[in-house]
């Protein structure tokens, strides 16, 4: 069964400090894998976007690692701030692109 | 400005009566998709669509239709809407990039709620 499973599903930090999101795929076959931040009551907007062949993908402060032999992602935020609380969703495509597998996505609350 | 637009934006209907959501967008992207997001879920695709006339279903199709008689359109019809229709939904359109990354671009959302 196509599933993306994300971790954690909360999770709390101070402003300044850096974290890592995980995300695990069992989606085949695979085209893409994608991060998005969904701020509350809004549509997701796109961070990241990575095919098989990339290892690594950066966005300013938000850097993305793909490991397509174990079927694991990460989402590393550098230096939060205030305005990084949101949800960050996973999402892994099927090949043609058209059929996508959302995550449940994490819960970040940065505090002051 | 490059935007994908929904509305209405929020619903409160009765069990049984039709009703329709639309989507539009004006970036003439071939492929539109409709998802709902339910607390703890995530996102669910509920249909999909290629281009004019063609769509397909998503994960949770079932109470839903679609049309897409134009490139820019594509609404969300729910016949005899349910209680367990009460959800999120969002509307989603992208094109086929360079790098074929499919890169998605959402709309603001409508929240519907069935009694």
């Known amino acids: 069964k196509n599933q993306v499973e994300q971790s954690p599903q909360s999770l709390i930090i101070l402003e300044g400090k850096n974290c890592t999101l995980q995300c695990n795929y069992t989606v085949s076959p695979f085209s893409n894998l994608r991060w998005y931040k969904q701020d509350t009551g809004r549509g997701p907007v796109s961070l990241t976007i990575m095919t098989f062949s990339e290892n690594t993908k950066s966005n300013g402060r938000y850097t993305a690692t793909l490991d397509a032999d174990t079927k694991q992602s990460s989402l590393h935020i550098t230096a939060s701030q205030l305005s990084d609380s949101a949800s960050y969703i996973c999402?892994?495509?099927?090949?043609?692109?058209?059929?996508?597998?959302f995550g449940a996505g994490t819960r970040l609350f940065v505090k002051a | 400005e490059a935007q994908v637009t929904q509305n209405p934006r929020y619903l409160i209907t009765v069990t049984g009566k039709k009703l329709t959501v639309t989507c539009s967008q004006n970036m003439n992207h071939e492929y539109m998709s409709w998802y709902r997001q339910d607390p703890g879920l995530g996102l669910r695709q509920i249909y999909y669509s290629m281009n004019v006339e063609v769509t397909d279903k998503g994960d949770v199709p079932e109470g839903y239709k679609v049309s897409r008689k134009e490139k820019r359109n594509f609404p969300l019809i729910l016949e005899s809407p349910s209680p367990n229709q009460t959800s999120l939904y969002f509307c989603?359109?992208?094109?086929?990039?360079?790098?074929?990354?499919?890169?998605?671009?959402f709309g603001p959302g409508t929240r519907l709620t069935v009694t």
């Open positions: 999402v892994v495509s099927l090949t043609g692109g058209f059929k996508t597998i």
């Open positions: 989603a359109s992208s094109s086929l990039a360079r790098d074929r990354s499919y890169e998605q671009y």
